[in-house]
């Protein structure tokens, strides 16, 4: 009796210590901590929060557990960290698509991407490829749009869902090259790729991480990349601009961020570690063999990314006509 009389006394005050240490920035991380991924498994941003998650469990002997919130273009996940507690113990791996098209895609959206959020860091960007069936006829972009204009509404592209860079990806190259295409939305990048390898849909612009395996082993045909720039991670393939869309470019990146009001001392102390793993060689490695380029930002870079990507995007929405609600 005496026995469980002290417990019962001592046990909330060892809690209380305990949560306390959880709570204390100088004594961050004590715990787990979740990262949570809005969009689908095997995913560019799911594959890219892994890599840095074991690293940060490397460094801190804290685990670092991953987990996929897919669904509504992003907003399920990124609204369960907007209203997560601020203590740095729930972050999420955003992207492009939940954080700068939305805004402009949504008309009653959850979460405000730079109030309801604190960037840690801009982690790397990646671009998007232009896919389609090797059955196509097609070599080029510009192949592409002829086929498109003497089919017009016949063929279909995919997206990892609606709001995603994918959609708004094909949406404008839509809207640029003057043609009819058909968005069908799949439930996260990897279904869509498996929609244009059985041949479902005629092509895609997707997130070049889940997509590139299936290009290096023939069973999808590339026909270029969203960026500006040709791609290190497949140097012969054109630009999309290049091959046959002049002016087309938009860029995936993915970035780590806090709920607002996280303390600056733990923002700061994440985005140290995170900017250490993404100079590691390893880590280097495997985000270029993934086509993505390795950037590792300051949260205040970041927050000039957002803010510039969200009036971008803003504008492509509107010159498309695209809504989801």
């Not at 006829?137 to 995603?164: C, M, Q």
């Amino acid at each position: 009796m005496r026995r469980t009389s002290i417990i019962n006394a001592v046990l909330p005050a060892l809690l209380a210590v305990g949560t306390a240490a959880a709570q204390n920035p100088a004594q961050y991380p004590a715990k787990a901590i979740r990262m949570i991924v809005p969009s689908a498994p095997g995913s560019g941003p799911d594959i890219m929060a892994r890599t840095i998650a074991q690293k940060l469990t490397e460094a801190w002997g804290q685990t670092v557990v991953v987990e996929a919130r897919p669904g509504a273009g992003g907003i399920i996940g990124s609204e369960a960290v907007a209203k997560a507690p601020p203590d740095g113990y729930t972050l999420i791996m955003g992207n492009a698509g939940s954080h700068s098209v939305n805004p402009s895609l949504y008309s009653k959206l959850p979460y405000d991407p730079l109030k309801d959020f604190a960037p840690v860091a801009l982690v790397s960007s990646a671009p998007n490829i232009l896919i389609v069936h090797p059955s196509l006829p097609v070599k080029s972009a510009k192949d592409l749009i002829t086929l498109a204009k003497a089919r017009p509404g016949e063929l279909t592209f995919g997206s990892g869902g609606n709001g995603s860079t994918a959609h708004l990806s094909g949406e404008m190259f839509r809207t640029m090259a003057g043609i009819k295409l058909v968005h069908v939305p799949f439930k996260g990048a990897p279904a869509a790729v498996l929609g244009v390898m059985t041949g479902e849909i005629s092509m895609a612009i997707l997130n070049l991480p889940p997509a590139l395996p299936h290009v290096r082993s023939g069973r999808l045909k590339a026909l270029g990349v969203s960026t500006s720039k040709r791609s290190a991670a497949v140097p012969d393939l054109p630009t999309i601009a290049e091959s046959g869309l002049p002016g087309y470019a938009a860029t995936a990146w993915y970035g780590v961020l806090a709920p607002a009001g996280t303390s600056r001392e733990i923002i700061l102390k994440l985005n140290t570690e995170i900017v250490k793993s993404l100079r590691n060689d390893e880590v280097k490695k495997r985000i270029a063999s993934d086509g993505g380029e390795v950037i590792g930002s300051t949260p205040e870079e970041f927050t000039a990314v957002m803010k510039t990507d969200i009036a971008k995007w803003a504008k492509v929405v509107q010159a498309s006509g695209a809504r989801v609600d």
